[in-house]
């Protein structure tokens, strides 16, 4: 079991930036791929960021360039930097982690945090 709990959304302006964090307990952190998604109202959820716990990062064609995944083992953190923010990127944002063991996925997912880019 993962608990993950996201902080840091809020109300930017257009080209501004925003960093959000996820912190992670109960399980070995380091073992598991940490990711970011996003779900806008109406829309489906999507992958935003991921890291594999070897370091491997894969973004939505849609931020690269604008976020950065970054991933703290020794203190269960898992950030996203987001820069040059669009109002396209309004979403509530949530924390995964992702651990496959004996042919099993398991996904665990955080309470999500409201992300509004607005003038």
């Known amino acids: 079991q993962v608990q993950l709990v996201e902080s840091g959304g809020g109300l930017v302006q257009p080209g501004g930036s925003l960093r959000l964090s996820c912190a992670a307990s109960?399980?070995?952190?380091?073992?598991?791929?940490m990711g970011w998604y996003r779900q806008a109202p109406g829309k489906q959820r999507e992958l935003v960021a991921a890291?594999?716990?070897?370091?491997?990062?894969n973004y939505a064609d849609s931020v690269k360039g604008r976020f950065t995944i970054s991933r703290d083992n020794p203190k269960n953190t898992v950030d996203l930097q987001m820069t040059n923010l669009k109002p396209e990127d309004t979403a509530v944002y949530y924390c995964?982690?992702?651990?496959?063991?004996?042919?099993?996925?398991?996904?665990?997912w955080g309470q999500g945090t409201q992300v509004t880019v607005s003038s």
């Open positions: 890291m594999t716990s070897s370091g491997y990062t």
């Open positions: 109960g399980s070995v952190f380091s073992t598991y791929e």
């Open positions: 995964s982690a992702r651990r496959t063991l004996l042919g099993r996925t398991y996904t665990y």
